[in-house]
């Protein structure tokens, strides 16, 4: 099983901004996507994007302050956080669809993905 690595986490003020990179070594993968998990709480979802890119899906707390984009020819995922909230202090991890076959799907369950990271911390402090 390929281990995908994130990176770029870290501490940042309310309102700041923090790019997260997802490296998938080996290939490109169907649907991609981002996930958290805060202390105490259950991992949830973030932000997921099809291969093509052309769909993505943001859950409703990070709409309009995070964007997901992807590059298939360097194997690259990326998460653009914006307008960052103390709410948003969580471990963050990429995760990879291997096996839907499809090139325009996206998944807000983790149980459609196969292949995770093992986290980046983000940290937002007021």
């Known amino acids: 099983q390929v281990q995908l690595v994130e990176s770029g986490g870290g501490l940042v003020q309310a309102g700041g901004s923090l790019r997260l990179s997802c490296a998938v070594p080996g290939r490109s993968y169907y649907a991609m996507g981002w996930f958290r998990q805060a202390p105490g709480a259950e991992r949830e979802f973030v932000a997921s994007?099809?291969?093509?890119?052309?769909?993505?899906e943001y859950d409703d707390s990070v709409k309009g302050r995070f964007t997901i984009s992807r590059d298939n020819a360097k194997n690259m995922l990326f998460l653009q956080m914006d307008s960052l909230k103390p709410e948003d202090t969580a471990v963050y991890y990429c995760?990879?669809?291997?096996?839907?076959?499809?090139?325009?799907?996206?998944?807000?369950?983790?149980?459609?993905?196969?292949?995770w990271g093992h986290g980046t911390r983000v940290t937002v402090s007021s």
């Open positions: 994007i099809s291969w093509t890119g052309l769909n993505i």
């Open positions: 995760a990879a669809d291997t096996s839907s076959g499809s090139a325009y799907s996206t998944h807000r369950s983790p149980l459609a993905y196969h292949n």
